[in-house]
C-alpha cells in the first residue's frame, strides 16, 4: 500500500491546485496554514478580497473579531506550529447575492481528509460559519447556525462550531448574546489548555 503524502507535499499541491480556476473571478490562490505539530484547527469560508490579496488568513475584520472570541493575540493565533488554519474553500469564490459566494464545492472532499490525516495532533476543530459545519457536521447539525452553536457541546471534544465573526453578523449576535456570554468563555479557556 503506498505512503500517504507528507504534509509539506499536501500544502505544496494544495497551494498549487487549479481544480476551479474556471470559477474564480479573480483567479486561484490558496490561502492556508498547516503543520503536522499543530493542536486546533479553525475551518472558516473562504478567503475575501483582502485576504485573496495579502494571502494571509483572517487578515480582515473577520479575524480581529475571530481573535478577540479566542482570547489570542496576532502571534499566537498565526503561530502555524500550534494552529492550522484550512477554510472550507481555499480560493476567494467571488461575490454572491448578500456578500461573497460560497465556498467552491470541490476544496474541501479533495484536500480537508488528506490534510487532516497528516495532522496527528489535532484536538479541536473550530467550525467557523455554516459552511464549515455543513461540511463536518453533516446531518448531526441542528436546523439554523443559531440552533448548532447554541448545542455546541454535543460536538466536543472533537469540534465547537461557531457563527461566522464576519460584520454582516452584528445583527446576529446581538439577538444571541448567550453566544458572547456562554460560548465565547467555554472557547477561549479551551483554547488556553489546548496551546499551554
Request: with cysteine; net charge positive.
Amino acid at each position: 500500500m503506498p505512503r500517504p503524502p507528507s504534509l509539506a507535499r499536501l500544502l505544496k499541491d494544495a497551494r498549487a491546485c487549479r481544480l476551479c480556476a474556471a470559477h474564480l473571478p479573480l483567479g486561484p490562490r490558496p490561502v492556508l496554514r498547516a503543520s503536522a505539530t499543530a493542536r486546533l484547527l479553525i475551518v472558516g469560508q473562504a478567503p475575501g478580497t483582502r485576504v485573496h490579496e495579502t494571502g494571509i488568513p483572517f487578515n480582515d475584520p473577520s479575524g480581529d473579531t475571530l481573535r478577540v472570541w479566542l482570547g489570542l493575540d496576532r502571534d499566537a493565533f498565526y503561530d502555524e506550529s500550534r494552529i492550522a488554519i484550512v477554510p472550507t474553500g481555499f480560493c476567494y469564490p467571488g461575490k454572491g447575492p448578500s456578500g461573497d459566494a460560497p465556498p467552491r464545492p470541490e476544496c474541501a472532499p479533495k484536500w480537508h481528509p488528506p490534510l487532516r490525516a497528516a495532522m496527528p495532533k489535532l484536538q479541536l476543530t473550530l467550525l467557523v460559519g455554516s459552511y464549515a459545519q455543513a461540511y463536518y457536521l453533516g446531518d448531526r447539525r441542528e436546523k439554523t447556525l443559531a440552533a448548532t452553536v447554541r448545542n455546541w457541546r454535543a460536538y466536543l471534544p472533537d469540534f465547537l462550531p461557531t457563527p461566522h465573526p464576519s460584520p454582516r453578523n452584528r445583527l446576529w449576535l446581538r439577538k444571541n448574546p448567550w453566544f458572547e456570554a456562554e460560548v465565547v468563555p467555554a472557547l477561549r479557556r479551551r483554547v488556553r489548555r489546548l496551546l499551554a
